[in-house]
């Protein structure tokens, strides 16, 4: 299957900083998602990414297409106590009936 | 809030035994996949039912198998279960078709753990 690494692996920041973490493919993506999984939840989807060099913001949040189709990017600006979770990048199979997770990132907010 | 519920949300069996999972979608949402999650990764892809068949599988042995009724509600059983088995499984909802894909709905998950 496809090989989706997210990194940093973790992160603990201080509330009110901005944090950057990206996922990167050994395949091209048609599709990029980024969600958050809060602890004993499923996943949330947070952005969407439909086109190359797309950038698409939710709030604070904003996620970048990489032009190669094999990177994406996802920054949070002014870091909040519920930001704190695992967030997943994802894209989905040719045929889209499966999508492919990352291995996460975990961020920890220290008020 | 999802609108996916799934049940039960934790269960303990043993080696050898059978589990069933079960999930019910949102109104609408024709289209189930479940996922397993092992502690400290991302979920990995089971299999997905649509009109009640399964329409695509991921790298999981046959005694991984499901169901898909009517209501578009659905089942997935694990026989003859291994301690590699203990997982959290979510189920995720989808309509079909879409013009776009990604927006998956999860449930919670069952935590399940083989002893």
């Known amino acids: 299957g496809q090989q989706l690494n997210q990194s940093p692996q973790s992160m603990f920041i201080q509330e009110g900083e901005d944090v950057s973490m990206n996922c990167t493919s050994s395949?091209?993506?048609?599709?990029w998602l980024w969600y958050k999984q809060d602890p004993g939840e499923g996943p949330v989807l947070l952005i969407a990414l439909y086109k190359a060099g797309e950038l698409t913001s939710n709030g604070r949040l904003t996620a970048q297409f990489g032009i190669t189709r094999k990177d994406s990017f996802l920054n949070i600006s002014a870091s909040i106590p519920s930001d704190v979770g695992i967030y997943f990048c994802?894209?989905?199979?040719?045929?889209?009936?499966?999508?492919?997770f990352g291995t996460g990132t975990s961020l920890t907010v220290i008020p | 809030e999802t609108g996916v519920t799934q049940s039960p949300t934790h269960l303990i069996k043993t080696r050898g035994q059978q589990v069933t999972l079960r999930c019910s979608s949102q109104s609408g949402h024709n289209t189930v996949s479940w996922y397993q999650q092992a502690l400290g990764q991302g979920p990995q892809f089971i299999f997905q039912?649509?009109?009640?068949?399964?329409?695509g599988r991921g790298n999981f042995p046959p005694r991984f198998s499901g169901l898909q009724f009517p209501n578009y509600s659905s089942e997935l059983n694990v026989n003859a279960l291994e301690l590699d088995d203990s997982a959290l499984y979510l189920c995720a909802t989808q309509i079909r078709p879409t013009r776009n894909t990604g927006e998956l709905f999860f449930g919670e998950g069952s935590r399940l753990t083989v002893l």
């Open positions: 994802a894209g989905p199979s040719n045929t889209g009936n499966q999508f492919y």
């Open positions: 039912y649509y009109r009640e068949e399964e329409n």
């Open positions: 395949s091209i993506f048609n599709t």
